[in-house]
């Protein structure tokens, strides 16, 4: 049996005291023993249950799918600059965004490559000019033994967790952890043993899909499908850092969820919230954004948003799912209201019963009040069948 939280473990206590009392007031006591235990092991289970069940919706990505929402990730990736504390506060600064989600990346550098010199080995180029590939991830990387308190932070604040394994002990790792959810990196796209490893958690899984080509990116579908896990989603995205515009490729979003059958986010290395505001009006239902705090410096964080343009970022978002919304041709309510400053037919003189109207004594003019302006041709040289004061609207009844 799971253990069980504070919450459960108080309700365990009260059910069992009602038991106690309901039992006591049976006459023979093997009858009591019998159906004491009985009833116990059945709210056991029904605890429990519920526990399981809450758990099951702890990771919202789904769930906010499912509603048409957008769900907002914020990558710590490297940006914890080497202290736990600057991890922790990213998680509580983030948790104020609205952002669903804290992500980090679960990897040592001997988990994604060897020590070793040779030129295969070095990065020519680009922000990391001239680093060796296990000095860059030997500076990068997030301690194991800081990933319980990261994920209990998020906890705390709300925030789902999610982490990139880069190897099948890394996903391990994860699963004592209790993860719900795993994202698998553009570069470990075609590491096809790696995802039908973590696909055969059964777990909802997310998909960066940069540099690859159509086929690698169905390979790595096809992939999760063999263990039986649809729970997939797919992110466009450009690796490069930061993204060039020209290279994004946005209208990709519609193209593949169309192609692949399954919903389509973006991962955004773009600078500001221009590519994530453009991704969710093409269809993007996931938003993955690298988060810096102000004033840590790192190797990721020339290509990160400090988190109070995230903020702004996830409103811009969140503004433009609703904003897209239709085809939808009734009036809001808002519009409703507004009616009344359209333009209508009033006297704009004296008329009396049995006047002609004329242009010179009704006019087409704000606010709405009055007949709609299509009828005014219509009224031309009709005998108005009442006295109309100048500045009364014009009614239907004035028509026929």
Not at 252 to 259: H, L
């Amino acid at each position: 049996m799971q253990n069980l939280d504070k919450n459960g473990l108080m309700a365990q206590i009260n059910i069992y005291e009602l038991i106690d009392k309901f039992i006591y007031g049976l006459p023979i006591l093997w009858v009591r023993i019998c159906f004491r235990q009985s009833l116990k092991t059945l709210c056991q289970l029904i605890i429990e249950s519920r526990i399981s069940n809450e758990d099951i919706k702890m990771f919202r990505l789904f769930e906010k799918i499912n509603k048409d929402e957008v769900y907002v990730i914020a990558e710590m990736s490297a940006n914890h600059g080497g202290s736990i504390e600057n991890a922790l506060e990213i998680v509580r600064q983030v948790a104020t965004t609205g952002a669903d989600c804290l992500k980090i990346q679960t990897y040592t550098a001997d988990s994604l490559t060897i020590d070793c010199d040779n030129d295969w080995f070095k990065i020519k180029g680009g922000l990391w000019d001239g680093y060796k590939l296990y000095d860059l991830y030997s500076d990068t990387y997030t301690p194991y033994e800081w990933q319980k308190t990261i994920k209990e932070e998020c906890e705390k604040c709300g925030l789902d967790f999610l982490s990139t394994p880069f190897d099948t002990d890394a996903v391990d790792f994860l699963e004592d952890l209790g993860v719900e959810a795993y994202k698998i990196a553009s570069f470990e796209m075609v590491d096809i043993p790696l995802i039908e490893y973590v696909a055969s958690k059964g777990k909802p899984m997310i998909i960066s899909c940069g540099m690859g080509s159509l086929e690698e990116i169905q390979d790595a579908l096809d992939a999760c499908r063999r263990m039986n896990n649809n729970k997939v989603v797919l992110l466009k995205c450009c690796s490069e850092y930061p993204a060039n515009w020209a290279d994004m490729h946005l209208g990709n979003i519609p193209d593949m969820r169309k192609r692949f059958n399954t919903h389509i986010g973006l991962s955004d290395h773009s600078p500001g919230s221009v590519g994530a505001v453009v991704g969710v009006a093409l269809g993007a239902c996931i938003i993955e954004k690298h988060v810096k705090l102000n004033g840590v410096v790192s190797a990721d964080s020339d290509f990160s948003m400090p988190i109070s343009e995230f903020s702004q970022m996830v409103s811009d978002v969140k503004n433009t799912k609703n904003s897209i919304k239709g085809p939808i041709y009734e009036l809001t309510n808002g519009e409703k209201a507004s009616t009344i400053f359209r333009r209508s037919i009033f006297a704009i003189a004296d008329i009396r019963e049995g006047e002609a109207f004329t242009e010179k004594n009704i006019r087409v003019i704000r606010p709405g009040y009055g007949v709609s302006p299509k009828y005014f041709k219509e009224l031309l040289g009709i005998p108005s069948k009442r006295s109309i004061k100048c500045g009364e609207p014009l009614k239907d009844s004035d028509r026929s």
